[in-house]
Structures are given as C-alpha cells and as structure tokens.
C-alpha cells in the first residue's frame, strides 16, 4: 500500500506539475490526481467530485492533499474532505520541488510525507546572490 496524493489547484496549475514531474521521473512511484479548480466553479459541485478522487487514490494509508494556495477555494475543498471521512494531510505552496521531494520518498507514511512535501518546498527556495 501506499499514500494517494491529490494535488488541489487553480487552473492548469496541476496537471502542468504532474507533466512536469513526469519529466524528471517517467514512471511516477505514487498516484498522483489533480483536481483544479476552475474560477467560476461550484464548491459543493468540486467538494463531491474532490471526495470521489480523493477515495480513488486512498488505499488504505490515505491522501497527501498539496494544495497551491492556503485560504483560496482549491485548498479549502481540499481541508474540507476530511470531514468527509477522508484520511489525509494537506500541505499548501505546492510547488513543484515539493511534488518531486514527495516522490523521491514513496515509502513513508502519510504523516512522514506532510513533513517532507513542507521542507521540500521550502528548500526549493533559491535567492540567487549575484
């Protein structure tokens, strides 16, 4: 078993992170969906199609929600499907050295994968002293 990751995004935000993924690793080790949140979209409509996604990829050790933007609509529908008796963990500011960080550690629990999507995408943080 493994933990499903779903990442919860604006449009075209993540599925140009999972083809870009797809790069670096052609065969990713961990299922990853993108849900992405179009802006006129219904929260209630995206919540329920979020919650069908979201219990595709559990199987068994939950969900890793990455979301791009703590507070905006993706994000928000994503922390909302726990009360929707989803397992997960949900870290914001995707980016995609966090993605990639995550699946360099596919083995890790659900928990483990929260700390590592964080400091990935902190540490994929460069300010260039020229």
Same mark, same amino acid.
């Given at each position: 078993?493994?933990?499903g990751v779903?990442?919860?995004?604006?449009e075209?935000v993540?599925?140009?992170?999972?083809?870009?993924?797809?790069?670096?690793?052609?065969?990713?080790? $961990?299922? =990853?969906?993108?849900?992405? !949140?179009?802006?006129?979209?219904? &929260?209630?409509?995206? #919540?329920? %199609?979020?919650?069908?996604?979201?219990?595709?990829?559990?199987?068994g050790?939950?969900?890793?929600?990455?979301?791009d933007?703590?507070?905006?609509?993706?994000?928000n529908i994503?922390?909302?499907?726990?009360? $929707?008796? =989803?397992?997960?963990?949900? !870290?914001?500011?995707?980016?995609? &050295?966090?993605?990639? #960080?995550? %699946?360099?550690?596919a083995?890790?629990?659900?928990?483990?994968l929260a700390?590592?999507?964080?400091?990935?995408?902190r540490?994929?943080?460069?300010?260039?002293?020229?």
């Open positions: 078993m493994s933990v779903l990442l919860m995004t604006h075209a993540g599925h140009a992170l999972i083809s870009a993924a797809h790069h670096v690793m052609p065969k990713l080790p $961990l299922q =990853v969906l993108a849900v992405e !949140v179009p802006p006129q979209a219904d &929260p209630d409509v995206m #919540r329920t %199609l979020t919650a069908r996604h979201a219990r595709e990829l559990d199987q050790d939950g969900v890793l929600v990455l979301a933007l703590y507070g905006a609509t993706p994000c994503g922390l909302s499907l726990g009360a $929707l008796g =989803v397992h997960l963990r949900c !870290v914001s500011g995707l980016n995609l &050295p966090m993605l990639l #960080r995550v %699946l360099n550690y083995d890790k629990s659900l928990d483990e700390e590592i999507a964080a400091s990935g995408g540490g994929g943080i460069f300010i260039d002293h020229a």
